[in-house]
């Protein structure tokens, strides 16, 4: 039975002394804590917005909840101080009104509880009393298990204040107040101190009423908070606007950045932080717009140079390689110096032609002024028709496995380029018989030239398609320009195509064109 | 041998040009501006004109046009790569081929040679007078009239229009057309095929836009006919 007795407060010494202990209640409403930040999903689950609300929220819900514990705590501790103050007083002064005689006669005890009992103040109560191992209530049990031995003691040992102590006990979750009055009586003088009578009166009454009254608090403090919440909401979700918004805006100029958008500016407006960020943000945008520009004409300027320089040389190569038959013809009634003089100038003013040809190709590349005039053609006819061009039809030299009927959109000049460009590149550096294999797979149409020689080194393999790349760094020119695989990369990506190099495993390097049908 | 004017105004490539022209047997007469080629033309009579479309005062095409307006002489146009716009504006003024600067002189000559073939070397052993439609094609006498009006054409538009004639309802791939008509490799500009299509549709169809006599199949090529009923 015992352990179901719980004390509720302190007990208070005095009729006043009723004082609030530490009161338990408080917030414990916590904010769900970080998990595991999720990747950069779009929809942020623990994002600003939700942290911030939440941050609002639990701000909104600490202030209620003090504010409304509070005020609980201060009303209740009224509410009950109140109603004990009136029924130990109200009880003391019955007890003392009482002409308590003795020897105790239990009847005429039980009697006197019961008038007690009928005047309890502010409400009924049962009244019980106790003198040494006699026990008389004003109900049908003699003694209540609400009485704590602690108030007994108390009401036993007290000997200052013989005036009463009460405590506030719970019992099966009905709060009651206890009140024990020792019964007194004045002996021999008046001013000596009252003297115990060892009779110890009971009262016990139940606080039902008052504990409703304070449930209602309770609950209003409750209706009062959460449309408090509610409205607390709304400058969270407006605070979070105004964060989220700059921030949006930050994250799509900064995408529009990275996309090459370099003149991308935010709206700065206002003296927050954020502001300030959207301020700094300008400033370096406009830097890096800046830098950029710089760097952008610098290239400009050395592509102009080299396309200029290549269309200076074209004019007078044009006289020149005019006149080389000229030369050729006669160089044979040509003293032997003066004719093999004359027969060099023939011959290099050739390959400076086809050198020439090549940059502008090339500048034209690089300044995205080479355009594709694409027709649909029969891609094997095309390739055929490049090796007979060439004169490459000796099959111990060029063997073509080619897929007939391919329809292909593509533009036949470049389309010749590349297969030209990689079999004169594989004739030069590799070894016959060049291999080369046209088919279509899926949307693509792939075109692979495969020579017998020793293959790409693997230290060249990433440089094959760079510009002007020697593999070998002592042997001063080949044959072509030097720009010529350069060119096939580009003719393949004006198709919107790929080309790779790679050493076959059982020798030989292999070119792979992949373009889209 | 050929008689050429050679109308260029860099003095190293005219000079070139016309020495290694020379050499091959050809005529030439240079003019350094479109102005004083277009006063040769009268006076030097040439089979072909050699016509650079950089010019000082007015240009190639201005010359082309001036030509054009008057005489369906062969015209070769002189260019750089990569004055891609001015090689269509010239054949859209009514030029029959082009040649890429620098070129050796056997480039040259090879153009000059095919540009002129035709003309000099009709095809013999046909009809004379083939009829489709309205038009009427005097394959010996290359001539071409459109309800018994006679036609100017220019060497490449007459070739093609002869060409694609001589098979009736066939599709030629604009590359065959090059490889046939223009003697350029298969991988050459379409856009000369493309070119002579429009002149010649201006000059021999009722309605250019919606074409009758040379119809195209799109992505295989040309054709000529069916003419179907009108």
Redesign the interface.
């Known amino acids: 039975m015992k352990a179901c007795v719980t004390p509720d407060e302190d007990t208070g010494h005095e009729g006043r002394g009723g004082h609030a202990g530490q009161d338990g209640h408080g917030t414990t409403g916590r904010a769900s804590g970080r998990r595991g930040r999720s990747p950069r999903l779009r929809p942020h689950p623990f994002g600003l917005r939700t942290r911030l609300v939440l941050a609002f929220l639990l701000v909104a819900a600490v202030g209620c909840g003090t504010t409304a514990a509070l005020t609980y705590r201060a009303a209740r501790n009224a509410i009950l101080e109140q109603t004990q103050d009136t029924a130990v007083s109200a009880f003391r002064e019955q007890i003392d009104a009482l002409g308590t005689t003795l020897p105790i006669e239990p009847e005429m005890l039980r009697d006197t509880l019961m008038m007690v009992a009928r005047q309890g103040k502010p409400r009924a109560w049962r009244v019980y009393a106790e003198y040494g191992t006699l026990r008389v209530s004003s109900t049908d049990r003699p003694t209540s298990s609400v009485i704590t031995p602690e108030l007994r003691a108390r009401a036993a040992d007290d000997e200052a204040v013989p005036h009463g102590s009460f405590q506030r006990v719970v019992k099966n979750g009905t709060p009651y107040l206890t009140i024990a009055v020792p019964a007194v009586f004045l002996a021999r003088s008046a001013e000596g101190p009252p003297q115990r009578t060892g009779l110890v009166f009971y009262a016990v009454m139940e606080l039902s009423e008052e504990e409703a009254n304070i449930e209602a608090m309770v609950t209003a403090a409750r209706d009062g908070a959460l449309p408090a919440l509610a409205v607390a909401l709304i400058p969270a979700l407006i605070a979070a606007r105004g964060v989220l918004r700059p921030v949006r805006e930050l994250r799509h100029a900064a995408h529009s950045m990275g996309r090459g958008r370099l003149d991308t500016r935010i709206h700065a407006k206002g003296s927050d932080e954020l502001a300030d960020l959207a301020r700094t943000f300008n400033e370096s945008a406009a830097e890096l717009e800046r830098s950029v520009a710089e760097l952008r004409n610098a290239e400009a300027r050395a592509r102009r140079f080299a396309s200029d320089v290549s269309h200076e040389l074209r004019t007078p190569l044009a006289g020149m390689l005019a006149v080389t038959e000229v030369l050729d013809e006669d160089a044979g009634s040509l003293d032997s110096d003066t004719a093999r003089a004359v027969r060099l100038i023939s011959a290099e003013t050739g390959k400076l032609a086809v050198l020439v040809e090549d940059l502008m190709e090339i500048s034209r590349f690089d300044a995205r002024a080479a355009e594709l005039h694409t027709d649909e053609v029969d891609a094997a006819d095309c390739v055929r028709k490049t090796l007979q061009q060439r004169h490459w039809t000796d099959p111990t030299q060029v063997v073509p496995y080619l897929t007939e009927g391919i329809r292909a959109r593509l533009d036949p000049r470049r389309f010749d380029v590349v297969v030209a460009n990689l079999v004169g590149n594989a004739l030069r550096h590799g070894e016959a018989p060049v291999t080369v294999r046209l088919w279509a797979e899926g949307d693509q149409l792939v075109t692979e030239v495969a020579d017998r020689g020793p293959g790409i080194h693997p230290d060249v393999l990433p440089h094959v398609f760079d510009r002007f790349y020697k593999a070998d760094q002592a042997r001063t020119r080949s044959a072509g320009s030097g720009l010529g695989l350069a060119i096939t990369l580009e003719n393949v990506r004006l198709h919107g195509g790929t080309v790779t190099a790679a050493d076959d495993p059982e020798g030989g390097a292999v070119f792979t064109v992949r373009m889209p049908l | 041998m050929p008689r050429v004017l050679l109308i260029e105004d860099?003095?190293?490539?005219?000079?070139?040009?016309e020495?290694?022209l020379r050499?091959r047997g050809h005529e030439v007469r240079t003019a350094a501006t479109g102005e004083a080629g277009l006063d040769a033309l009268a006076e030097f009579r040439p089979d072909l004109l050699l016509l650079d479309l950089m010019l000082p005062g007015i240009n190639g095409v201005q010359v082309c046009r001036r030509v054009r307006e008057s005489s369906q002489l062969p015209i070769i146009m002189l260019t750089?790569?990569?004055d891609?716009f001015d090689v269509v504006i010239g054949l859209e003024a009514g030029a029959d081929d082009y040649i890429v600067?620098?070129?050796?002189?056997?480039v040259?000559e090879a153009r000059i040679r095919a540009v002129l073939r035709r003309i000099e070397e009709p095809a013999g052993g046909r009809a004379a007078v083939e009829f489709h439609g309205e038009l009427a094609i005097d394959r010996a006498g290359l001539t071409v009239a459109k309800a018994g009006e006679r036609i100017a054409l220019a060497p490449s538009e007459l070739k093609l229009l002869l060409h694609l004639t001589a098979a009736p309802e066939q599709v030629f791939?604009?590359?065959q057309l090059l490889e046939h008509v223009w003697e350029h490799?298969?991988?050459?500009?379409?856009?000369l095929v493309d070119a002579c299509v429009r002149r010649l549709r201006n000059k021999i169809e009722d309605t250019p836009g919606d074409p009758r006599y040379i119809q195209t199949l799109r992505?295989?090529g040309y054709r000529f006919g069916p003419l179907g009923p009108l």
């Open positions: 860099d003095p190293s490539v005219r000079e070139g040009v020495l290694g050499r750089a790569r990569g891609d600067k620098p070129a050796r002189t056997e040259i791939s604009r590359q490799s298969y991988h050459g500009d379409a856009r992505g295989f």
